[in-house]
C-alpha cells in the first residue's frame, strides 16, 4: 500500500480516537454520548473532527516539509483539542447560522447531540418511575433510588446534588399526600403544613381550600424530585441502576394515620 494515503488513514483514525476523548471529556457528568437517540450525533461529531483534524495536519507537513514528522503526531492531537476546546469555550453563546458555519457545523452538531443526550436522560428518567404508582410506592421507590446514590456517589457529588434535601422534600410532601389521601380535617392539614419544612410554600397555602388538588400538587412535584434525583444517577454514570419494583425495600407502612406527618429535617 502506498504510503501516503497509509498514512492518511492512520492519521484519520488517531485523529477519531483522539476526538473521541476530548468528546468524552467534554460530556463528563451531562449523561451518555453513545446513548440510544445520540451516538449518531456523536459519531458525526467524531467523524467530522477526524476529517478536520487530519486536513490540518497534513496541510502542516506539506506546508513545511522540512519539519521533523514528529509534527504529524501534534497535527492529530492539537487540532482535536482545539476545535473540541474552542466549541466548549462558546457553547453559552446563542448560536447561529454564521457561527455555525464559522465552526464548519461543529456546534450545530454538538447541539444535536445534546438535545438527543437530553432526550435518552429524559426516556431513561421516565422508565423508572410509574405515574400510576400510589403514594406508599413512590415513597419507597424514592428512598430506594436514594440509598442506592448514597452508597456510591462521592460526599463531593452528594452535596452538588443536594440528594439529602431532595430526599427530605419528597418525604415531606409525600407524608402530608398520604395525610390528606386519608381523610384529615382543612384544620389538621393547615397545622401539619405549617410545622413541616414545606410551610414557607406559598403554592400550598393556596391550595389548602381544595386538599384534592393539594394533594395532587405534593405528589407531581415529588414525582418530580424523584426525577430530578433519577437525573443524577444518569448523569453520574449509573445506567444499569435497576427500576424499582414491590420487591425492593425499605418497607413503608402503608395504613391509615391518625395523626400529622412527623417533621423532617
Not at 93 to 120: F, I, K, V
Request: glycine share 6%; net charge positive; aromatic share 8%.
Amino acid at each position: 500500500m502506498p504510503r501516503e494515503p497509509l498514512g492518511v488513514g492512520v492519521t484519520f483514525a488517531l485523529a477519531c480516537l483522539s476526538a473521541s476523548l476530548f468528546l468524552v471529556l467534554r460530556c463528563e457528568g451531562r449523561g451518555r454520548v453513545f446513548g440510544p437517540h445520540s451516538r449518531w450525533w456523536a459519531v458525526s461529531v467524531i467523524a467530522l473532527t477526524g476529517v478536520l483534524s487530519t486536513a490540518a495536519a497534513f496541510l502542516t507537513v506539506t506546508a513545511a516539509h522540512h519539519l521533523p514528522k514528529a509534527i504529524l503526531g501534534l497535527g492529530v492531537l492539537v487540532p482535536s483539542s482545539l476545535w473540541l476546546g474552542e466549541i466548549r469555550q462558546g457553547s453559552a453563546e446563542r448560536r447561529n447560522a454564521y457561527r455555525d458555519a464559522s465552526t464548519l457545523w461543529l456546534t450545530w452538531l454538538l447541539a444535536r447531540m445534546g438535545e438527543a443526550m437530553a432526550e435518552d436522560r429524559m426516556v431513561w428518567c421516565e422508565a423508572h418511575v410509574d405515574p400510576h404508582w400510589e403514594t406508599d410506592e413512590l415513597l419507597r421507590a424514592a428512598r430506594f433510588y436514594h440509598d442506592y446514590l448514597e452508597e456510591r456517589l462521592s460526599p463531593e457529588a452528594r452535596r452538588r446534588t443536594r440528594l439529602r434535601s431532595s430526599m427530605h422534600n419528597i418525604e415531606a410532601r409525600l407524608d402530608l399526600a398520604r395525610f390528606i389521601e386519608n381523610g384529615a380535617a382543612r384544620a389538621k392539614v393547615t397545622a401539619a403544613l405549617g410545622s413541616s419544612r414545606l410551610a414557607q410554600e406559598a403554592r400550598y397555602r393556596r391550595s389548602l381550600d381544595d386538599l384534592g388538588r393539594l394533594a395532587a400538587l405534593l405528589r407531581h412535584e415529588a414525582q418530580r424530585d424523584v426525577a430530578r434525583m433519577l437525573a443524577a444517577a444518569y448523569n453520574a454514570g449509573f445506567h444499569r441502576l435497576a427500576r424499582y419494583s414491590r420487591s425492593h425495600g425499605p418497607a413503608v407502612s402503608s395504613g391509615p394515620r391518625s395523626g400529622p406527618p412527623r417533621p423532617h429535617p
